[in-house]
């Protein structure tokens, strides 16, 4: 792998949830977010799928044993990182769509 991030977090559920209603929170957080893909129940991402793009995926799943979240997510750190976040934020800024220059794909290396 010479490009990419994958990052798992942990943490404590402060109420009884189960995936689907964690899953659903995220669906709701993320409504309207155009690079940010939260993946179907029981399927979490791989870098292999962010590579050259400006998305980030994210799996949830909602572990009744240990009351934990365990959110798992991954990007292409020379694309979503600061340089992508530099655009898109320059995007908003000066008024264009927020999505402009970050829809192809970055494949180099």
């Known amino acids: 792998m010479n490009r990419g991030i994958l990052s798992t977090i942990y943490a404590k559920l402060l109420a009884p949830a189960d995936t689907g209603k964690l899953h659903a929170l995220y669906q709701e957080a993320y409504r309207g977010e155009p690079f ?10 791989n870098v292999r799928n962010v590579r050259g793009s400006n998305f980030c995926d994210v799996g949830v799943y909602a572990d009744a044993r240990t009351g934990r979240a365990v959110v798992v997510t991954a990007i292409d750190n020379l ?5 992508g976040q530099a655009v898109q934020n320059m995007n908003l800024m000066a008024g264009f769509e927020e999505t402009t220059g970050l829809r192809s794909a970055a494949l180099f290396p």
């Open 79 to 83: 694309v979503k990182g600061a340089a």
């Open 36 to 45: 940010v893909r939260v993946l179907p129940p029981g399927q979490f991402p």
